[in-house]
């Protein structure tokens, strides 16, 4: 079963469209989006053995660092340019949105939401940061470098005149998932973009 935010991210993907994924992971997504959307998928991925699944399940990938620039990639080749969950681990997260914005016609983001009440609570209570679902690492493990909340991706997209087409809000406990369209910023737990310049 697709997680929540995947669902929503594949029902932005138009059908037959050209994606581009960015830190596919083993493929899974862009496996779901060829299956149920007949699009024509192209994953970039670090991890050898991500990609040797990739590979497994019959994805087109290319082994590269997203933080190094896209590059090689013409403007406007693709319909979607999609990264999911792996904002937060970008050296410079702005640069790799705009040259998303750059390769496809929009671009879908999904990022952990640190200003969550349930990330608050850990970290004022316990002192120490928050260990959650969506942040497993400790603190001197964890890839995140740069974490960011629903008010910051906003004014990101303002200040680089970033169109939001649609946004969804992600928590899965209660009573969070009653008020995270009212608050977003305090009870979503995952932030889901769907952009264009």
Known sequence: MLRVDLAIVQCWVRPGSRVLDLGCGDGTLLEVLRDSRDIEGYGIEIDAE??????GRGINVIEADV???????????????LMTNSLQV??????????MLRIGEECVVTFPNFGNIRTR??????GR???????????YDTPNIH????????????????RVLDREFVAEQFPDRLIKATWPNLFCATAIYHLAK
């Open 50 to 55: 991500k990609i040797t699944q990739c590979v």
């Open 147 to 162: 974490f960011c909340t629903v008010r910051d991706f906003e004014e990101l997209c303002r200040q680089q005149q970033i």
């Open 67 to 81: 933080d190094h620039g896209l590059a090689d990639f013409p403007d406007k080749s693709f319909d979607t340019v």
């Open 90 to 99: 970008l050296r410079r997260p702005d640069r790799v949105i705009a040259e």
């Open 121 to 126: 609570l850990s970290l004022a209570a316990g």
């Open 129 to 139: 940061m928050p260990v959650t679902r969506q942040l497993p690492y400790q603190w």
